[in-house]
């Protein structure tokens, strides 16, 4: 009896660590998936606005088809839930390729702040972008604006 209490309390044990290396490893894999994601946001934001910044620099034709496409695009990326990718427990030196700093999560409320300002400023910027390029022009100053509050209150700086 003794063995067999033995033996199912070894088996009890092994299960436990089983399951917590398991938890642990797919906690790992949501976490790298949400940064991901979060980098896949990023990178559908900066090719629309390099295409828009493109046009009001001169170093692109403006094309009013385009401009709209490319500020829809923007704006469609900026409205995403942030919820499912800005995951706590995702911050840089936690994750690997996060450059989150603990502030989008310790200041909750200034990050959803500055997410607003960009919702605000790529909407301006869907309105104007296929009306005309002193319009897109004028709008770009906005949402480079709110691309830049963010990353300089809530992203680990570039070296």
């Keep these: 009896m003794y063995l067999t209490k033995s033996i199912s309390a070894i088996s009890l044990g092994a299960l436990l660590i089983a399951t917590t290396g ?3 490893s797919h906690s790992d894999k949501a976490a790298k998936a949400a940064v991901g994601a979060r980098h896949a946001q990023m990178q559908i934001i900066a090719y629309h606005t390099g295409i828009l910044g493109g046009m009001a620099k001169g170093e692109a034709e403006y094309d009013a088809e385009k401009a709209k496409a490319a500020a829809s695009n923007l704006h469609a990326a900026a409205m995403l839930d942030p919820s499912t990718m800005w995951v706590e427990g995702t911050e840089n030196g936690m994750v690997e390729g996060s450059d989150a700093k603990p502030e989008v999560w310790t200041d909750a409320e200034g ?6 300002n ?3 400023a790529s909407a301006a ?5 296929g009306t005309d390029l002193d319009a897109l022009k004028a709008s770009m100053g906005n949402l480079g604006k ?3 509050a963010c990353h300089d209150d809530y992203r680990v700086p570039k070296n």
């Design 22 to 24: 398991f938890a642990a």
């Design 111 to 116: 990050f959803a702040s500055k997410l607003e």
């Design 118 to 120: 960009l919702q605000t």
């Design 125 to 129: 910027m869907m309105d104007a972008a």
């Design 146 to 148: 709110a691309c830049g």
